[in-house]
């Protein structure tokens, strides 16, 4: 039996094989130098998407381990050596899901995607775009080896001279990612801007290439606020004396940085999702959104609600900004953008009976569950900016975070889903994925609640949530989600390894039979 | 022919190195003016607890302002080799870009007589932290433009003819007049309002 038999006599490596001949003409030249020289956007795309979920399973384990710190099995310095240990981890997986994670993961998805929505032969400036993937790798590397060494976003419990010159590292790291993310955001929205298709005009292109563009505006807009303060922050930690913002050894460079990881600006992770759900909705029903001029102005205004830059309160007393109106109206409006589209996407569902395989398609359900958690968790937000409810300094600014979190995630592995042959040649495994949106979606969901009750039972403000107050329960409640959410994050991972799997098996067998 | 036989007019879009250096030069003046407003919060937080912010006559308007005239003269050059490029005129090209060459320089040098006059430690407080922080963002930004200037003016005048290279240095003189912009307001923040 040759290679070719045997490798064609699997159904799924043959459908691969065909989508690889029809995607990727001239893939068989491929070497090992492709990736540091490659001007296809789809391949740096699929660089942005792998790496981001290796380091989505090593952000899943950090939380995971933060969690249990929080449990009363333990103390939290005993679970990473030292209350400043317990702070660097606490503030890298935070960090780390948002810039290592999420909207590389975003960027890498619509970077093969949103081009061939609008018609663009190639990405504009594919070789920024490349220099952007490899400047936010070893930006990354630098930011998390760096606090694996004793650096981070400041500390607790005061620090050494090395300490001090390994958080002068992680902040260059951060402004690294940070600026690579911006090259490649910039490589996306001038694709949709300046390559779309002639006839096409800006409102027609497709919700998923129309959310990009908006959260591609929203991140251009505010992410350059947090490398300001990442400027002032390093100018100051490594002057002789440290005098105002780059005290390290108190937390204040990581709170001069916490609006990012706040609402509004934590929503701007989420505006994507919009997109996401309109798209898969869409596609499973087998219908067109009656009104395309309506998700586009939702998911405007969603995002609106989702530049955060003024929203940082280190530089004014808290109650000045966060007990303002803008803050507030900011913190109720983001609820009915989200609500309006559960509405729109449910009323087309509903429009004509649902077939049971329509129900149960992967699709359908990441959707509707990323619509609900985010759904829940904007509600939160709301819930925080109310004045008498006393929240705003509790864990339920962890709440909208994690709901944030776990939609855009689940959203995420719905585009894989979505667009697998695009991505990835190959069909993701519609069972591993499906497990993996319940699993994310129930942690997620158990962090969103154990994290909203502990704020409405705390009575002190902690940057940290250090304890659960209240409960036993709400601790374990706590772990348990971390660790179904890391559970999630490896079903997908296994999927997406599967599907590379079945594509070099696809490329083989071309090779095998061009020789 | 019938009118109604010939095609549709195809849509023309902006180029594509032009949406980005748009978009690259709002990102930057964000992060430019993000650090202007930090700047702002600390100086008003001072004054408001009756602190000094800059030592009394420590910070001269005379240099700021002759920056400021020299970049806005910069504004008229760049423009002037923008114009060049388009038309293919070598001299004046790099007439234009030699003289914008030399603003440029006289700016930083400006700059030097500034930190030396002001004589200011980074840790001397706030102020002076955020003083330097401020204009020494300046004129990394300002150097990159000079750079970005440099590279895309001489790629466009000495390469091949015909080969229309001229929105490379209109991108770049976007940029560049962004840049006078962000020292206006250092200018007035800055200097003028002390």
Excluded at chain 2, 100 to 111: E, K, M, S, W
Excluded at chain 2, 129 to 150: E, P, Q
């Amino acid at each position: 039996m040759t290679l070719t038999e045997s490798a064609t006599a699997d159904p799924q490596v043959a459908s691969a094989a065909t989508a690889v001949t029809t995607s990727t003409p001239g893939s068989e030249t491929q070497t090992l130098a492709q990736p540091f020289v490659t001007s296809d956007g789809s391949a740096i795309g699929r660089l942005f998407v792998m790496v981001s979920l290796l380091w989505a399973m090593f952000a899943a384990v950090i939380g995971a381990l933060v969690a249990f710190g929080r449990s009363d099995a333990v103390e939290p310095a005993e679970v990473f050596a030292g209350l400043n240990a317990y702070f660097r981890m606490w503030t890298l997986y935070r960090v780390s899901l948002m810039l290592l994670v999420l909207l590389p993961l975003l960027l890498g998805v619509a970077m093969v995607v949103v081009p061939r929505q609008v018609g663009a032969a190639n990405l504009a400036f594919p070789r920024a775009a490349l220099a952007a993937f490899w400047s936010w790798l070893i930006g990354s590397v630098i930011m998390v080896v760096s606090v694996l060494a004793g650096g981070g976003w400041g500390a607790l419990d005061g620090v050494t001279r090395n300490e001090g010159d390994a958080m002068a590292l992680t902040l260059l790291g951060t402004g690294l990612v940070i600026v690579a993310l911006l090259m490649g955001t910039l490589s996306l929205a001038a694709t949709v801007i300046a390559l779309r298709d002639a006839e096409t005009s800006l409102l027609d292109v497709p919700p998923f290439a129309w959310s990009m563009l908006v959260a591609s505006a929203v991140w251009l807009f505010t992410l350059p606020i947090a490398i300001a303060n990442i400027v002032v922050v390093y100018a100051d930690l490594r002057g002789r004396a440290a005098i105002a913002f780059g005290r390290a050894e108190s937390p204040d460079i990581w709170l001069q940085l916490d609006w990012l990881f706040e609402q509004p600006a934590v929503y701007l992770m989420a505006v994507p999702v919009l997109g996401i759900a309109a798209e898969a909705v869409s596609a499973v029903l087998g219908t067109r959104f009656g009104r395309p001029e309506a998700i586009a102005a939702i998911v405007g205004i969603f995002a609106l609600l989702a530049v955060g830059g003024w929203s940082q309160d280190y530089f004014t007393a808290p109650q000045d900004l966060r007990d303002g109106l803008v803050y507030v109206a900011f913190g109720l409006a983001a609820v009915v953008p989200v609500a309006a589209l559960i509405g729109a996407l449910g009323m087309q569902a509903t429009q004509n009976p649902l077939k049971p395989q329509q129900l149960i398609d992967t699709r359908m359900i990441g959707a509707a569950a990323a619509l609900l958690v985010l759904g829940a968790a904007t509600v939160v937000g709301a819930l925080r900016v109310i004045e008498p409810l006393d929240l705003l300094e509790s864990s339920a600014t962890w709440a909208v975070f994690h709901g944030v979190v776990t939609a855009v995630f689940i959203a995420a592995v719905v585009s894989m889903v979505h667009w697998s042959s695009e991505l990835f040649d190959a069909s993701v495994s519609k069972r591993a994925s499906g497990a993996s949106v319940l699993l994310v979606g129930a942690g997620g969901g158990l962090l969103v609640l154990s994290d909203l009750v502990s704020g409405f039972i705390s009575e002190e403000s902690d940057i940290m949530a250090l304890a659960l107050d209240g409960s036993v329960l709400l601790n374990v409640l706590n772990f348990v989600g971390s660790v179904t959410f890391a559970l999630g994050i490896a079903a997908i991972v296994a999927a997406v390894a599967q599907a590379m799997r079945v594509r070099e098996a696809a490329e083989a067998t071309l090779q095998a039979s061009t020789a | 022919m019938r009118t109604t036989a010939l095609p549709a007019p195809v849509a023309t879009r902006p180029r594509t190195v032009a949406v980005g250096s748009l978009l690259a030069t709002g990102a930057a003046f964000i992060a430019f003016a993000g650090l202007v407003v930090i700047y702002v919060q600390q100086r008003q937080h001072a004054r408001a607890t009756g602190q000094e912010w800059f030592p009394e006559g420590s910070v001269e308007l005379g240099p700021a302002g002759m920056m400021m005239m020299t970049l806005v003269l910069s504004m008229v050059t760049v423009q002037w080799a923008v114009q060049a490029a388009r038309t293919e005129d070598r001299p004046h090209g790099f007439i234009a870009l030699a003289v914008t060459l030399l603003f440029g320089a006289a700016v930083i040098n400006q700059f030097w007589f500034v930190y030396a006059d002001t004589a200011f430690a980074i840790d001397d407080g706030v102020a002076q932290l955020l003083f330097y922080v401020v204009t020494g963002s300046f004129i990394a930004m300002l150097l990159a433009g000079l750079a970005m200037f440099t590279v895309t003016t001489i790629r466009a005048l000495m390469g091949s003819p015909g080969r229309d290279l001229a929105h490379t240095v209109q991108a770049a003189a976007i940029y560049w007049h962004m840049c006078v912009l962000c020292y206006f307001i250092v200018w007035y923040v800055v200097f003028i309002n002390k």
